[in-house]
């Protein structure tokens, strides 16, 4: 059976997961479905639901942060709502020099929409995007 048949979960590595649940649970407003062990670590790991299901697992390793490029992506329907409330809680959206932002942070898309970034404590890059 293909893969596209089963669901499909991004993991992310933290480098503290106190400072994780911090981030994604009070700035990001994520509810964790479970908790648990990484590798080594007694209550490492967070699973947390996003859209109706479990979506996103953090877990914390000493790979935390180690790559620039987008992990996962939001689809939202309004996407200034959402970058407004996430302001207000205190995440910082990021600002590339080679893009034009408005004063949100929000940027065009490449083929149509709009989209903006930010990280997690440790670096790691989340996209929200919209198709207007």
Known sequence: MPLSAYPLRASIAVSDIQQAVAFYE???GLRALRSGPS???ADGSRVYGSGGGPALNVFQSATA???PATLA???V???DQIVDELTASGVEFVRYDQLEHDTKGITARAGGGRIAWFQDPDGNTFALEADV
């Open 39 to 41: 590798a080594a670590i």
């Open 73 to 75: 992506t939001w689809y």
């Open 26 to 28: 009070g700035k990001l």
């Open 65 to 67: 942060g180690k790559t």
């Open 77 to 79: 329907d309004d996407i």
